[in-house]
């Protein structure tokens, strides 16, 4: 590193991104700062006004008059408003150099961005586009399912295979990784926010009754399971009855909302056992000896690990911090520059 390059890293800061559907993660380097805030921007729809971003839009989300917008700027692990999502990255930046510790202050950082292994050049283009316009001096694109391999301390480099599975809000990303590139690559938009919208359609359907995302959210998160237990938790929820248009509530069991997540964790399994069929015999049973690892806040809900286990006959293991894992993969990554480099020909793009 040359001396003017010391200089500059004196003051600015190298800034890991998990950019997620539902939340936006961010690890600063060399700082004790972690930022997790909700992938939300509240906007003034009249005149495009950012109004808040992260924990105080999300708080507006189904609450706001007609002239207040509150958005979600990803769409299954995609940009889909490039305002917005410019805005939040430079919400997250400003943040950064608010919290800081330093006294002398340049925000220009460089940013490790976790992208899902499936977008397109145009999406990539998007990315570093909001990132350069909200202020980055180097922008690093790596895909989410190596960073999270990475976060989760795997052999990425090593000439072995390491199974990935990252369910995250947007999508799905699954796999396979040896020497330092993705050998198995699949990418699908089933994942939290599917889940949701699962429950959503159940009660619906099943009680007519309409439930808002944050409503179904929280069913999913204290009911939300994917292998039958012994005790079946129940729990109210309030919502309007479609026919009547008036409030209504109801008492709803973990049973019921393991059925109503059943064929979206059903197409994540098939997805996970094409990955395999498509994975050369030498990983294979790399894989069946060490495991298959499963990180993103789908990991959480109960019984996934006895489910995915049972089905695809391999055994799965929970990362440490699964919602963490590629943001702690960005931060490694950061912090080493020959493991930037050695994973930089395949998965990794820079721009300068």
């Known amino acids: 590193m040359t001396s003017s390059n010391t200089f500059w890293n004196f003051f600015t800061f190298d800034i890991g991104i998990d950019l997620g559907t539902a939340n936006t ?8 700062i972690n930022i997790s805030e909700p992938s939300v921007v509240a906007l003034n729809s009249k005149t495009k006004e950012i109004l808040a971003v992260g924990s105080e839009a999300q708080k507006m989300l189904g609450r706001t008059p007609a002239s207040i917008v509150a958005i979600r700027p990803l769409k299954d692990g995609v940009i889909s408003d490039f305002d917005s999502t410019k805005e939040m990255i430079h919400y997250f930046i400003e943040k950064v150099h608010k919290d800081s510790k330093k006294i002398f202050k340049i925000a220009r950082p460089r940013i490790v961005i976790g992208i899902p292994s499936a977008i397109t050049e145009v999406e990539k283009k998007a990315v570093i586009d909001a990132a350069i316009s909200a202020g980055a001096r180097d922008v690093y694109l790596i895909q989410e399912p190596m960073a999270a391999a990475i976060g989760c301390n795997l052999p990425v480099t090593e000439a072995m295979g390491s199974f990935i599975v990252d369910i995250g809000g947007g999508t799905s990303d699954i796999a396979v990784i040896s020497l330092g590139g993705i050998v198995v690559d699949k990418s699908i938009r089933i994942a939290g926010d599917e889940l949701t919208q699962d429950i959503i359609n159940y009660v619906r359907g099943k009680y007519n009754l309409l439930i808002g995302e944050r409503s179904a959210e929280q069913l999913k998160i204290t009911l939300g399971n994917a292998y039958p237990r012994k005790e079946n938790k129940k729990a109210e929820i309030k919502g309007r009855d479609i026919l009547l248009g008036l409030p209504k509530t109801i008492t709803i069991s973990e049973a019921e909302i393991r059925e109503a997540m059943s064929n979206s964790l059903n ?3 098939e997805a996970i056992y094409d990955a395999l069929e498509e994975t050369p015999p030498e990983l294979v049973s790399d894989i069946t000896e060490r495991g298959i690892y499963l990180t993103g806040g789908g990991a959480l809900i109960s019984g996934i690990k006895k489910l995915f286990s049972e089905k695809i ?3 799965f293991i929970i990362a440490d911090d699964p919602l963490k894992s590629v943001v702690i993969g960005a931060s490694k990554i950061l912090e080493d520059v020959n493991l930037l ?11 300068i």
Not at 25 to 32: E, G, I, P, Y
Not at 341 to 351: A, L, N, P, Q, V
């Open 25 to 32: 993660l961010v690890f600063v380097k060399n700082q004790d």
């Open 267 to 269: 197409i994540i399994i």
């Open 313 to 315: 006959k391999v055994p």
């Open 341 to 351: 480099e050695s994973i930089s020909s395949s998965d990794s793009e820079d721009y």
